[in-house]
């Protein structure tokens, strides 16, 4: 799907729309096939096998817009809203972040839609860290993250290596109530989006 400038766009359709940024987390699994009468559809897990999964009436609502086999199946979060979405659009607009086929993990996608032109939005970066280590002195805790990182190209954090294979962000922090969330060893999501 080729992005265009907000006044294009607007244009085209005849009135003038606000342009916003996507930052979700959902999950989600490609359709292998629909059963409308018994509204559902069976998902393709991570593993290679099959599962039903019960969906709302809308999703066969309407006979000229409904899933198909390669659409995703969408549940977002936190309030598991059901939705579904085309293939290209879905893989185009998310990136896997866990794959369900590591024993308890979970398939989650976060959406980090970019857009360029005129009137839009700034486009965000996500990176996954891992807290090395914490400094105390006697005004603050320094904590520092690095990258993750994983050797294995099939591991959970392959993708993130790839993507962002060094670095290191150190905060000093003074608030007890934010430093006391930091702990050696676990992973943090960080998202960097510009100041307009």
């Known amino acids: 799907m080729l992005r265009t400038t907000r006044t294009a766009f607007c244009a085209a359709?005849?009135?003038a729309l606000s342009l916003f940024v996507c930052h979700k987390t959902v999950f989600a699994a490609p359709i292998a096939s629909t059963n409308p009468g018994a509204c559902s559809v069976v998902v393709t897990l991570p593993t290679g096998e099959h599962h039903s999964i019960t969906v709302p009436s809308r999703f066969f609502a309407e006979p000229e817009n409904q899933p198909a086999a390669g659409d995703y199946l969408v549940i977002y979060q936190p309030d598991g809203y059901k939705s579904w979405s085309p293939k290209d659009v879905f893989e185009q607009g998310y990136r896997l972040v866990e794959s369900g086929d590591k024993g308890d993990m979970v398939t989650t996608a976060i959406g980090n839609a970019t857009a360029q032109g005129d009137g839009d939005a700034p486009p965000t970066v996500t990176a996954k860290l891992r807290?090395?280590?914490?400094?105390?002195?006697?005004?603050c805790r320094t904590v520092h993250l690095h990258p993750v990182y994983d050797n294995d190209p099939s591991g959970p954090n392959a993708a993130w290596s790839k993507a962002t294979p060094s670095g290191q962000v150190s905060l000093s922090i003074t608030n007890p109530a934010a430093y006391e969330r930091f702990e050696e060893g676990?992973?943090?999501?960080?998202?960097?989006?510009?100041?307009?």
């Open 186 to 196: 676990k992973e943090y999501m960080v998202t960097f989006t510009p100041v307009t």
């Open 131 to 139: 807290c090395h280590y914490i400094q105390t002195s006697d005004t």
């Open 13 to 15: 359709i005849g009135v």
